[in-house]
């Protein structure tokens, strides 16, 4: 829908040196008053909700590889070994931000959490496509059956590859995830864990985590965009709702933009309906992991935030159908 246009907005800003991922939002439902929380629900995974669950069970893992240089590089995550099919479940509470294929993992899961207040994206790998049990956007609990280990991609043999990354998913932000793995408890076990993560075991258990950023219909709850980084004026409740939203998760972001009254022809700028939010210096690899997070983030969220469709990096990506390049 309504490709024509869009076709030639990225092009014009891809040759000012800026990605735009493109956002056009649906008129508001007023189902929704607040974005994806990761706020705790009763936990399928049989651990309580709120806490943090093994990515596998002890007795069905054996640690082959830890974080750190290993043959010459970074390896950014720890590797349980285990049989093909041993299950894997969900670390934290949280919605899944990537499913399915990846470079060097075969098949793979990151799942983004709200844990204490900040986005903490947590990597699964090495599964077959049969094995990934969960597709993005999908809610998932602490200790929930998500896959099923494999040995798919670059690997000698079946494990499950293990990443933690504060701050959400992006290369080169993975911190030793052991302590983590230490302190949440067993799938199934009924128990809370020993210790908030990365905290010594004698420590409290975890509190649950904290509410995601709150958006009522209006947008009232958030604060307006600053001068600086873009105007709301002419934008409709939704596209204020997004570029808030955007900009309260992702500070580095510097403009965001959408209105003006020449729309090509099509009618999603001029009617305020679009939020272009611009990626600094994107064809480095930090602005591409950048953008990514942006884009699977809106993802996550696009029904509660009434998204018709993204573009970034030249991909059109409807909130139903399949994505196609354009």
């Not at 293990?162 to 793995?181: K, L, Q, R, T």
Request: a negative charge.
């Amino acid at each position: 829908m309504k490709k024509g246009g869009i076709v030639a907005l990225v092009a014009v800003l891809a040759a000012a040196l800026f990605v735009v991922l493109f956002v056009t939002t649906l008129s508001p439902s007023g189902d929704e008053d607040c974005l994806p929380s990761g706020t705790s629900v009763p936990s399928a995974g049989g651990v309580p909700a709120g806490s943090f669950a093994k990515p596998m069970k002890t007795g069905e893992a054996q640690l082959t590889s830890g974080f750190g240089p290993r043959w010459g590089t970074q390896h950014n995550g720890i590797d349980l070994a285990g049989p093909i099919g041993t299950p894997i479940y969900a670390y934290a509470d949280g919605v899944v931000a990537k499913a399915g294929e990846a470079q060097g993992f075969g098949q793979w899961i990151v799942l983004d959490h709200n844990i204490g207040g900040r986005v903490v994206s947590t990597v699964y790998g090495h599964m077959f496509p049969d094995g990934v049990l969960v597709k993005v956007g999908d809610r998932v609990t602490a200790g929930q059956h998500i896959a099923n280990e494999g040995n798919n991609g670059d690997t000698t043999g079946a494990h499950l590859h293990f990443e933690y990354h504060p701050g959400g998913w992006a290369p080169g932000n993975a911190v030793d995830p052991a302590p983590f793995y230490a302190g949440a408890a067993e799938p199934g076990s009924g128990a809370a864990g020993s210790g908030t993560p990365g905290s010594s075991p004698s420590t409290t258990p975890p509190a649950p985590a904290a509410p995601d950023v709150a958006v009522s219909a209006n947008g009232a709850e958030l604060a307006a965009l600053p001068a600086a980084v873009g105007s709301e004026e002419h934008f409709q409740v939704d596209t204020v709702r997004v570029a808030r939203a955007v900009h309260a998760k992702f500070p580095q972001i510097t403009s965001i933009g959408g209105w003006r009254a020449d729309g090509g022809g099509f009618d999603d700028h001029p009617s305020g309906r679009a939020a272009d939010i611009m990626i600094d210096n994107w064809p480095s690899e930090e602005g591409k992991a950048l953008g990514d997070q942006v884009k699977d983030y809106l993802w996550a969220n696009r029904q509660v935030l009434q998204i018709e469709y993204m573009i970034w990096r030249q991909q059109y990506i409807p909130s139903d159908g399949e994505p196609n390049v354009m």
